[in-house]
């Protein structure tokens, strides 16, 4: 048994439903016992420090740390870290510059697997324990990034992606080819360890109506699989969906009529939908990933937040630093853009509530929550301890704050990779800031 101490956040519901005050928990003196790989006590230390087998050794981080539920990004292109920060390009015009000239490069299974390590060296440095992740069109992507994440011991969902038009020929696989190559890496990965499959048509530009429909078929067959792929990022991606498939209702319907709508599918971005679409993700049980730090950088437009957790019709929305349109893996630096994406559609976005997202409210939207995503008993033992004071504006500031609600906006507004102290997986320290 190991057990780490200091103040602690947790979520036991929704804050956007049943509001913080029946949902967070705020530890001011905490102890997390984990042993193999969950976690064993959580609670105040005066209460779980008589618990603990004799000798067992409490790693406290003092009163300046915070530990939390490990953060979780649902949606990223792990091939896209080596081109983060590109220059001036809107989406579909970005995508053939720097996307699919950088994806042609993972033909070299060597290369692919140098990104997946930088890749995943980068998350645990930015306390992500959980992601939701786009390989390439080459089976090996998905491979080499498993098989790094299957040392670690991490719970990660991939897929290889599918697209047979619309991007270079050597980026396309066809119908059949995409779903025989999707079919052997579930058979392969799927449930192995901590490990699952995502299938992955990238987006409906890129997948004919057969493709779509055999990944539909796919997902029928392995529904306990995620499925992840994009939805109305850009007004000018919305417009041409609707262009390739005249006779679907809204864009939503080109995935819904192909199968590809329910329970345990990721839709990254969603801004540009339509009320019937928010309606169906609702019924479906589909969830969104708000990517902030992407829909400024390439232009696309601000989520509205408010808008998908409506309490009459709530839509399961999880966070996405959606690197390399992203432009940090850092789940502080995407909370400070989901707080800008709210404000401009008039809306207050609390820390607390934002803190959720990137840990039970992402789980959920990834059908996890009863795996990761918060600490209690029985749960993976995933944490992240951040450092309340980790610069010197930060620690300034936080000599000024009224109380923890105060504390936790400094963090996500001011805060980094820098905040950092340790990232643990499945109980086991996989990184300590330096």
């Known amino acids: 048994m190991t057990a780490v101490r200091g103040p602690a956040l947790t979520f036991t519901g929704d804050p956007f439903h049943d509001g913080l005050d029946a949902t967070m928990v705020h530890e001011p ?6 042993a193999d790989g969950k976690i064993v006590h959580f609670g105040p230390a005066g209460r779980i420090a008589p618990l603990l087998p004799a000798g067992t050794e409490v790693l406290d981080y003092g009163r300046d740390a915070l530990i939390s539920a490990g953060f979780i990004d649902t949606h990223v292109h792990y091939p896209q870290t080596p081109m983060i920060a590109s220059h001036g390009a809107q989406l579909l015009d970005w995508l053939n510059k720097y996307t699919f000239p950088t994806e042609l490069k993972f033909a070299d299974k060597a290369y692919a697997r140098e990104v997946a390590r930088l890749f995943l060296r980068e998350n645990l440095r930015n306390g992500i324990t959980t992601s939701c992740v786009y390989c390439t069109v080459h089976p090996h992507s ?17 897929g290889k992606v599918l697209m047979d038009r619309n991007a270079p020929a050597d980026l396309l696989d066809t119908a059949q080819s995409g779903y025989d190559e999707s079919l052997a890496l579930i058979r392969k990965w799927h ?20 493709q779509l429909a055999a990944a539909g078929a796919l997902w029928r067959e392995n529904r306990d699989c995620l499925m992840q792929t994009h939805i109305a990022e850009s007004q000018d991606e919305v417009a041409w969906i609707k262009e390739l ?6 864009y939503l319907d080109v995935y819904d009529h192909h199968g590809l709508c329910g329970a345990r599918a990721v839709f990254g971005h969603g801004i540009w939908l339509g009320e019937p679409e928010m309606d169906r993700l609702h019924t479906s049980g589909a969830a969104i990933a708000h990517c902030p730090t992407s829909n400024f950088f390439l232009g696309s437009g601000a989520f509205d937040l408010g808008r998908a957790v409506r309490n009459d019709r709530p839509v399961r929305v999880g966070l996405g630093t959606d690197v390399g349109g992203g432009t940090s893996f850092s789940i502080m630096a995407t909370l400070d853009a989901a707080y800008k994406a709210s404000q401009l559609n008039r809306q207050s976005l609390p820390a607390g509530h934002a803190y959720y997202l990137a840990t039970r409210g992402s789980a959920r939207a990834m059908y ?14 995933d944490l992240v301890v951040l450092d309340m004071r980790s610069t010197p504006l930060i620690d300034a500031r936080m000599a000024t704050a009224r109380d923890f609600a105060e504390q936790l906006f400094i963090q996500m507004i001011l805060g980094d990779d820098r905040a950092v102290q340790a990232t643990y997986v499945a109980g086991q320290p996989v990184y300590t800031k330096p």
């Open 29 to 34: 003196d905490a102890i997390v016992a984990m």
């Open 368 to 381: 996890l929550d009863d795996k990761v995503g918060s600490l209690a008993v029985g749960m993976e033992a």
């Open 142 to 158: 998905v491979d080499v990034l498993f098989e790094e994440a299957e040392q670690i011991g991490l719970r990660l969902a991939a």
């Open 245 to 250: 498939f005249p006779d679907r209702r809204n």
């Open 191 to 210: 449930g192995r360890g901590r490990l699952l499959y995502a299938i992955t048509p990238r987006f409906a530009g890129t997948s004919t109506p057969a």
